[in-house]
């Protein structure tokens, strides 16, 4: 029997927050509306390494990119993690028909800490303080490491094809069909 995700007010907490993270650095999550995170933005995603990218995101272009960014902020619900001065992970809900598409993104330096299981649940708590409903996302089948991510905050396969295609309900914050 699949185990129930905990209830929003446990799984979803809203930013500001900060945590240390696996590797001992003090990590700040903020929401931002755009102006004040777009130049820091950039600089992450400029010096993001091309083995990250996923599914043509960011773009590889610098203009592109930058448009993409710009694009980001001012039509997305974002989340950012700093360490220090640097903007190090950005998580988005963009709106997308009836629902909102996720994506999330972490800097290569600081994977595997910690950083992207904070950074969705931050986001997730903006989404529902934003009275987002459902949210929707791609993943390709070959990350493992997203796919049990997304698991993990109750996202549940929709789709399963070349890449998968994942929703969450934050309509209410109640439990899913799967249930204890």
Known sequence: MA???PTADESFPRPPLSFVDGDDRRIALEATDGDDAYEDLVAMYDDFADEDLSQGVPPRDEQ??????EELLT???NVLARHEDSVVGHAVLVPFDDRSELAIFVHQNYQHAGIGSKLIRALLGEGEATDIDR???CVERSNDVA???YRSVGF???V???ELEMEL???DGSETEDGP
């Open 147 to 149: 796919i049990s991510l």
């Open 64 to 69: 592109r990119r930058h448009e993409w960014v």
């Open 135 to 137: 949210v929707w996302l």
């Open 160 to 162: 399963d094809r070349m």
């Open 3 to 5: 185990a129930s995700p």
């Open 169 to 171: 309900d934050l309509g």
């Open 75 to 77: 039509n997305g619900v």
């Open 156 to 158: 549940e396969t929709t």
